[in-house]
């Protein structure tokens, strides 16, 4: 990519949207997700984009917006080249990252896939989140998730986590499993945790650690793939997490937007590392460039419009467990 800047406006705003009852994690519960909407024109085309700022970094989408417009006017001529240079990773960047991939593309008549050399987009299936509760509600929450989706994700909290990974399997034993910890077994023998999990067919473990303590795990031998989520932000931090796990997750708000995602998607892969693509809660909007780069991930996580309440008109497609791109976004 070489720079080419050109005068742009700029401009953001904040959406509220509801969530479909709430989305509870270990660090809480919500019931609803601020978004940031920024959108930059040449005077001629405009491209869109969306991010969710990252709550458990301090970010909000006043203080996202607030980045947009300092960065933009302090660069009334701006490409993704400076952007990735000069503004700090997080939601900000990625909403304005994002927008900048939509206007080019508009600017050259292109498809994302192409105007990025990504795999032409198919079906993929996307994992389904089953809230954090206790293990008879995520039971009945999987059982009736499991008759339109193949894959659940569960999210864990360090306690109680066998019971509810069994009642789980018990509500959908056909369904492939994947887990997040976010970041709560920092005390307990992963290993062992593991070897425990994997009797339930469970096939990722997200984040068992806090981040920057992943050296926990240095002499763990575990025998489901660990996946670094909340450690791994961008394509530095991958050499130094590469001893200790066997994917990462890319998510476009924490890494500042798809340019510097398909760096870290070079990265672990050149570094033997698995790929997962996952999201924050979000509309379609934001899941259209992750679901492009996800064309070359093994796990996928793009379910945040599935937990909102509603979502965007020309949505993303979602059916028998997969997501797809609709007409109106080919």
């Known amino acids: 990519m070489t720079s080419s800047a050109s005068p742009l406006s ?19 519960a919500k019931t609803h997700v601020d978004v940031v909407v920024c959108r930059v024109s040449d005077g ?12 458990y970094e301090g970010e909000t ?9 300092t960065f933009a006017h302090g660069h009334p ?18 909403a304005l990252d994002c927008a900048l991939w939509d206007l080019e593309c508009r600017q050259n008549g292109q498809a994302l896939w192409q105007h990025a050399f990504l795999p032409e987009p198919g079906p993929l299936i996307s994992a389904f989140t089953i809230s954090l509760s206790d293990p008879a509600k995520m039971e009945a929450d999987a059982r009736a998730a499991a008759s339109t989706h193949s894959l659940l ?13 069994a009642a789980v399997h018990r509500g959908a ?20 945790e593991a070897a425990t999990l994997a009797q339930w067919g469970v096939e990722l473990i997200e984040q068992p650690v806090s981040a920057g303590r992943d050296d926990l795990l240095a002499n763990v031998r575990s025998p489901i793939p660990l996946c670094a989520d909340e450690s791994c932000h961008t394509s530095a931090d991958i050499p130094g997490l590469a001893p200790y796990y066997q994917a990462i997750n890319i998510k476009l708000d924490k890494a500042g937007g798809l340019t510097e995602s398909m760096r870290m998607a070079d990265a672990a892969e050149q570094a033997g590392l698995k790929l997962m693509v996952g999201c924050m809660l979000s509309t379609s909007l934001a899941i259209r460039p992750a679901f492009a780069l996800a064309q070359r991930a093994q796990w996928v996580d793009l379910d945040g419009p599935l937990l909102l309440a509603r979502d965007r008109k020309h949505a993303m497609q979602f059916a028998g467990g997969q997501i797809m791109l609709g007409e109106q976004n080919r």
Request: aromatic share 6%.
């Open 153 to 165: 994700k569960l999210k864990l909290s360090g306690s109680d986590d066998h019971q509810r990974v």
């Open 77 to 94: 001529a701006f490409d993704r080249l400076i952007l990735l240079d000069q503004m700090p990773r997080g939601a900000a960047r990625n």
């Open 173 to 192: 034993p056909d369904a492939r499993l994947i887990v997040d910890a976010n970041e709560s077994w920092n005390d307990l023998d992963i290993a062992q």
């Open 61 to 69: 989408a006043e203080s996202c917006i607030a980045s947009i417009e």
């Open 44 to 55: 001629t085309h405009e491209g869109t984009g969306e991010a969710t700022p990252i709550y």
């Open 10 to 28: 700029v401009s953001a705003t904040a959406e509220r949207w509801p969530v479909n009852g709430s989305f509870i994690i270990s660090r809480g």
